[in-house]
């Protein structure tokens, strides 16, 4: 599986945006996605997770609320719609996939990882 994230730029605080992540292979459809996010000098961050058939969702506690993940498997595709965004949201995103069936929180659970796209939010 290759995942490539999008939709990453500069918005203002309060504003929003909408990542994808967009996968190859046939088998995407079965497989949970996450995503992560790492702000300048801090580590990887648990973001927002689905499992593969769209009914289980997890989000980290510092984005309930403001961001909702979902996914189109028809299309290969994750989203994440982040409203309200903060200066503390700015971060480079990443999306990742395992073909386990929980909401995965954690980044070992997943084997394949997008290359990332920047979201920055200016105050």
């Known amino acids: 599986v290759q995942l490539q994230a999008s939709g990453g730029g500069l918005v203002q605080a309060g504003g929003s945006l909408r990542l994808s992540c967009a996968a190859s292979g046939r088998t995407f459809g079965t497989y949970t996605t996450g995503w992560f996010r790492q702000a300048p000098g801090k580590d990887r961050e648990f973001v927002a997770s689905?499992?593969?058939?769209?009914?289980?969702?997890y989000y980290a506690d510092s984005v309930k609320g403001r961001f909702t993940i979902s996914r189109d498997n028809a299309k290969n595709t994750v989203y994440l719609q982040m409203n309200s965004l903060k200066p503390e949201d700015t971060a480079v995103y990443y999306c990742a996939a395992c073909s386990g069936s929980y909401p995965y929180t954690d980044m070992d659970s997943y084997d394949y990882w997008g290359q990332g796209t920047l979201v920055t939010v200016s105050s």
């Open positions: 689905i499992q593969w058939t769209g009914r289980r969702t």
